[in-house]
């Protein structure tokens, strides 16, 4: 075996040298911590290898870091604290999408019911009007409400 500079061995071990491995670590954990620097933060490999700053190919070759990656994605069931906390907000929002749904339905059926009972006390005002028109007269009431 030849005797390999320290920073070469240690740059195959893993296929990339130690500040690659610490900027895709630093990367990954901004990801995961929801607070990317360069892109949408969302927990995918393209994401990773621009927020480390470094290529394609070269994030590929640290076989042992994506490992990591993989399982550390898996443990955040795919999502990073921002993303997990938007999903948390979105289903609050639809919990309460769905209360004004049920009250505006309820609501309607009270506005339905209301209109109905309006109709019938009208149907039977006009009644009783042509009922009074064929046998009496009708009374201003308005002299009497000033009055009292």
């Not at 190919?57 to 640290?62: C, V």
């Not at 201003?140 to 409400?145: E, G, H, P, W």
């Amino acid at each position: 075996m030849t005797n390999l500079p320290q920073e070469t061995a240690a740059a195959t071990e893993d296929n990339v040298s130690p500040r690659t491995s610490a900027a895709l670590r630093a990367a990954m954990d901004r990801l995961l911590a929801g607070q990317p620097l360069r892109t949408d933060g969302r927990l995918i490999k393209t994401n990773l290898w621009k927020e480390a700053g470094v290529s394609r190919a070269t994030m590929n070759r640290a076989t042992v870091v994506m490992a990591e990656w993989d399982s550390r994605v898996i443990a955040a069931g795919g999502l990073s604290a921002r993303e997990a906390r938007v999903t948390h907000e979105l289903e609050e929002v639809r919990r309460q999408l769905a209360t004004q749904i049920r009250e505006c339905t309820d609501l309607k059926r009270q506005l339905d019911a209301a209109a109905t009972a309006i109709a019938a006390l009208h149907h039977d005002n006009t009644l009783l009007r042509q009922a009074h028109a064929q046998h009496g007269s009708l009374t201003d009431l308005s002299q009497y409400r000033s009055e009292h």
